[in-house]
Each structure stands twice: as structure tokens, then as C-alpha cells.
DNA sequence: ATAGGGTTAG
């Protein structure tokens, strides 16, 4: 996302992070700004108040920095990071250990890991602070591994983990689908700090385990937060168990808790993954009523809901009629429901907007092309690769992860490089074999290239989550009958894998697990929860 | 006197 917005100069309204606010920051006091001393590079832009009262000139100290620091990282400047950096320097503030967290703390929450990787290995001092600041900007840097390692390198040199730590950790561990590595992390603590709590509801609903995710929010004896009931909600929401979703949603108020931007998107995340369209839409115009104001999220999931259910004209009428510029998730929302829907000339009008945008993702032109293939416009199919070819089309790898014997195996498409990939092969052969004779049938319209239909099925057969769901069977083997095969994808789950494990499910008798980008899926008895709305 | 690290989100 961020390479739409090439020349925002104050990138504060980055999707993935909340808007600075300005007017209530702690950082913002007139106390504070007049500690400042005017002539600075990084502040020139800035038109804070000046004081008429005191016209000496005050020193920028550590403090200053600290406080200057820690607005930048909010406001995500980069720049005036780096000219603070060299300041600290050049004052000879580098020795002084909780500025250097802060300053290591602004390059993770800028994402700039390099340098925050580097300040932590020159510190002079580091003690837990340091440690969490760099954990949680790997978290948040989609690193949640060398988290992990660096979690556990704390504990070989000796630094005392802190419930912070615990929270990173604990995110860490929701990244990676790591339930065993959680549990042990979050069982060493009581269950009274709520931020801890919260952060382990998560963990256990992105791991896949939403019933004990409840269990740690049932069993909370302190006072819930609002995020406390949010995360709990989201956690039903994406496992497709709307009803438990929307009864505690509905219970919020009773229990002294304001719903705020978050509980409304929870509660129409509920609504987008069970198909609920009308409830999702009144949940959608009572945010008005309740005060709370609109972000282009409740539009992504209003939009995404109403064109999941065929309503394409309803949701491109929202995208038109809304007051904020929309984004081109939106659009591409309404492009993949005009797929589903075989509906040409909404899919056109989709993919000119999101191009027009500047974005350029393979899924959006294989979305254009499979609406064009379906109605056997070739001429069209063959103008839609040319343009893909001619563009630097972004392509993201899909990858699927699976536990087994306390190690994640990772897979890509047509991965050989597990040491057993020979056996896996054999099982999807098997696999295949077997299926086949339950009725399934290759989805080879999702696959875009001009090829024959045999290969288009190899194509597909070998996609990463087949692997890992094959590697999952073998070790399943004489395994307990009860415990299900849990994978993770990067990814949306694609169409014919879904299919297929639907037919897995039902007759190797065994529970499959899916955790896609946004949503779980699971399989059973050749049924998913998501009931094939997704 | 005033400083550092934490939770939910299409």
C-alpha cells in the first residue's frame, strides 16, 4: 500500500496505522513545544504557538528529544528521525540509554528495521525496554520468527522478560499460528494484566483455537477493556461464528462499554464472513446514531459483504456515494464478487478504477481475465495478459505453513525442497485418485495461462496448501482421530483447494484447518464453515 | 520535576 502514496509528505494516513492525533497527544503541550528551540531543520514546518512570556532561548536536552522522537514515530516521519539521530549524536546524548530505546523504539514503529537492528547492537546499555522495542517492531515488521528468536536469545543472556515482553511475544506467536509456544509463554502469567489477557484472546483465535480464546476472556478477573471485547469478537467474526460474534457485540453496552470504531467493524467482520446482509447493513446505519464515524474498514467490509452476495450494483453505489475518497481494496472487493458473479461490466469498471490507482497486482488481472475467459472472450483473455506482461505486475508468493513434531514446515507452489517431498507427492497422487472418485473436477478456470487442461490440473495440484495439508495427513497417519490438520496460508484459500479439502475432510474423516488472510476455514464431513461464502 | 518498551482493525 505504501508505494500508492509516493508523495504524501506527512504519510499519516498510512492504511495500517491509525491517524496521528494531533489534538490529544501528551506530546502536543505547549509545555513541551516551548522547550524547543525554533531554528531546528526538523521543525521548521511546524506552527506551534510561540511564548510571548519567556524570551530566552531553551537548550534542547534528552527530554526534548525524547518527546520530539516519540511524535515522529506517531506521525511516521522518517526524516526528521534521522536529522534527530545525528542531533543526539552531535550532542553527545548516544551514551544515554532510555533516549536510545526511544530512538530504537521510533525505527521500529517506522518500520526502518535496519536501523533499529543496528542501535540495539550499539547500545552501550540494553535492558528489557530495548529488547521489547525491537520484538514488537519485528512483530509488527511481518518478522515474527527473528521475534521469536530474539525472545528467546533474552532469555540465554540473562535479561528478565516484562509483561510488555510477554505481549510481543504473545503477537509473535499470533503470526505464526504458534499455539504450543503461546500457551507456554502466556501460562507463566497471571491472568490479571489485562493488555496480557487481551493479547492472549488474540493469539489463541488467530491460532485457531477460538474456544479457548473464550476461555481466557470468561475467566478474565480483572476489568475488560474495550479492546478486550473487540478482540473476542473478531476472534468469533473470522472464525464465521457470527451469532456468538453479534451476542456479545450486542451485550457491550449493558456491560458499561462504549462501542467504538473498532466494535462496529467487528461486529460487520461477523456480518462479511456469514453472508448476513441485512443485519451487517443495519449494524452499518446505526454507526451514525452511536456516534461513532465511518472509516474506509466498515466500507471495505460493507462493500465486500453486499457484492459477496451479488448486490454489485448496491455496493458500487456505496463506493460512489461516500464522502471519503475510497481505496482500491474497495474496488478490488467488487471485482472479485464480479468474478463470482460472471458480471463483465462491473468487473471492467472495477479493474479501470483500481488502475487507475497505479496498482498493479496479478490477482486483479487474473480476477478481469477469468470474467472474460468465463464468457469465452478470448480476444479479450489474451489483451489482459499482454497488459499484465507490459506492467510490473506485483506478484506475492503463496505460502502455507504447518506444524508437525515441534517444527512449522513451510511450503511453497510446487515446492521440492522438503526432505520429503517425494512421499508428499505420492499422497497428492493418492489424494487425487480418491476424490476423483467422490466427483471432483478440477476448478482449471482459475488458472490463467493458455494451456492444456491437463496441465492446467497440475497447475493447481501442487498448489503450497495442498502440500502442506498432504504433508499433514501422512503424519496424521494412526495419529488421534480427533485432532485436525491446521494450516496457515498467507493468502486467500484458493477456490479449487477448497474444494478439494472439502472432499479430504469427508474421506480421509479427518478435520482440516485453514487459516487464510482474513478468515478461517474449516473443513468437515466435506462441508466448510464458511458455507462457500468467502 | 518532566524520559524508554504493550493489546483489537477490510
Redesign the pocket.
Known amino acids: 500500500m505504501r508505494q500508492l502514496l509516493p508523495n504524501q509528505t506527512t504519510p499519516i494516513s498510512l492504511?495500517h496505522r491509525?491517524p496521528f492525533p494531533i489534538f490529544l497527544s501528551p506530546f502536543s503541550s505547549s509545555r513541551t513545544l516551548r522547550n524547543l528551540t525554533i531554528r531546528r531543520p526538523f521543525l521548521r514546518r511546524t506552527n506551534f504557538p510561540q511564548s510571548s512570556s519567556s524570551s530566552a532561548i531553551c537548550r534542547v536536552d534528552?527530554?526534548t528529544c525524547?518527546f520530539t522522537l516519540?511524535a515522529c514515530a506517531r506521525a511516521l516521519c522518517s526524516s526528521a528521525m534521522d536529522q534527530l539521530h545525528c542531533q543526539i549524536n552531535r550532542r553527545g546524548l548516544s551514551a544515554?540509554?532510555?533516549?536510545c530505546?526511544?530512538l530504537l523504539?521510533a525505527y521500529s514503529?517506522n518500520g526502518d528495521l535496519i536501523s533499529a537492528y543496528k542501535l540495539f547492537d550499539e547500545m552501550p546499555v540494553r535492558?528489557?525496554?530495548?529488547w521489547?522495542?525491537l520484538i514488537?517492531g519485528l512483530v509488527?515488521g511481518n518478522r515474527a520468527s527473528e521475534a521469536m528468536e530474539l525472545y528467546k536469545r533474552m532469555e540465554t543472556e540473562g535479561i528478565r522478560r516484562?509483561?510488555?515482553?510477554?505481549?510481543?511475544a504473545l503477537?509473535a506467536c499470533s503470526h505464526l499460528g504458534d499455539v504450543k509456544e503461546g500457551e507456554n509463554i502466556f501460562h507463566g502469567y497471571s491472568n490479571d494484566?489485562?493488555?496480557?489477557s487481551?493479547?492472549a484472546i488474540?493469539m489463541y483465535s488467530k491460532c485457531g483455537f477460538v474456544d479457548k480464546a473464550y476461555q481466557v476472556f470468561e475467566q478474565f478477573t480483572g476489568k475488560k477493556?474495550?479492546?478486550?471485547w473487540?478482540?473476542m469478537i473478531?476472534g468469533f467474526a473470522v472464525h464465521g461464528e457470527a451469532h456468538r460474534a453479534l451476542e456479545i457485540f450486542d451485550k457491550l453496552e449493558d456491560n458499561g462499554i462504549k462501542p467504538d470504531?473498532?466494535s462496529y467493524?467487528a461486529a460487520l467482520?461477523a456480518c462479511?464472513h456469514a453472508g448476513l446482509v441485512e443485519y451487517g447493513l443495519s449494524v452499518f446505519n446505526n454507526m451514525a446514531c452511536k456516534g461513532v464515524e465511518r472509516n474506509?474498514?466498515h466500507?471495505?467490509?460493507v462493500v465486500?459483504l453486499l457484492s459477496r452476495a451479488g448486490r454489485l450494483r448496491e455496493a458500487h453505489d456505496i463506493i460512489c456515494s461516500m464522502s471519503m475518497i475510497p481505496?482500491p481494496?474497495?474496488w478490488q472487493s467488487l471485482l472479485g464478487a464480479s468474478e463470482i458473479y460472471s458480471d463483465v461490466e462491473m468487473a471492467e469498471i472495477a479493474s479501470r478504477e483500481i488502475k487507475e490507482m497505479g496498482v498493479n497486482n496479478d490477482g486483479d488481472f487474473v480476477l478481469l481475465s477469468n470474467v472474460y475467459a468465463a464468457q469465452g472472450r478470448w480476444k479479450d483473455v489474451g489483451r489482459v495478459r499482454d497488459d499484465m506482461e507490459s506492467k510490473q505486475v506485483k506478484k506475492i508468493p503463496g505460502l502455507s505453513y504447518i506444524e508437525a513434531k515441534g517444527t512449522i514446515h513451510e511450503f511453497y507452489n510446487s515446492d521440492k525442497s522438503h526432505e520429503q517431498w517425494r512421499e508428499i507427492y505420492e499422497k497428492i497422487d493418492e489424494i487425487r485418485f480418491k476424490i476423483r472418485e467422490d466427483g471432483y473436477v478440477a476448478q482449471t478456470g482459475l488458472v490463467l495461462h493458455d494451456i492444456g487442461e491437463e496441465e492446467k490440473e497440475n497447475a493447481l495440484c501442487y498448489h503450497s496448501e495442498k502440500l502442506a495439508v498432504a504433508y499433514g495427513l501422512m503424519m496424521m497417519d494412526g495419529a488421534d482421530e480427533e485432532s485436525p490438520v491446521r494450516v496457515i496460508n498467507n493468502l486467500r484459500i484458493c477456490g479449487d483447494c477448497h474444494v478439494v479439502f472439502k472432499h479430504i475432510s469427508k474421506i480421509y474423516k479427518r478435520e482440516i484447518i485453514v487459516r487464510d488472510r482474513?478468515r478461517f476455514h474449516r473443513f468437515k464431513d466435506g462441508s466448510c464453515s464458511c458455507r462457500d461464502f468467502w
Open positions: 492504511p491509525r534528552a527530554l525524547s516519540k544515554d540509554s532510555l533516549l530505546t526511544t523504539d514503529k535492558d528489557v525496554a530495548s521489547n522495542a514488537a509488527s516484562s509483561e510488555v515482553t510477554v505481549v510481543a503477537g494484566n489485562v493488555i496480557v487481551n493479547a488474540d477493556s474495550v479492546v478486550t473487540n478482540t473478531t470504531d473498532v467493524l467482520t462479511r474506509m474498514k466500507y471495505g467490509c465486500d481505496d481494496v474497495l482474513v
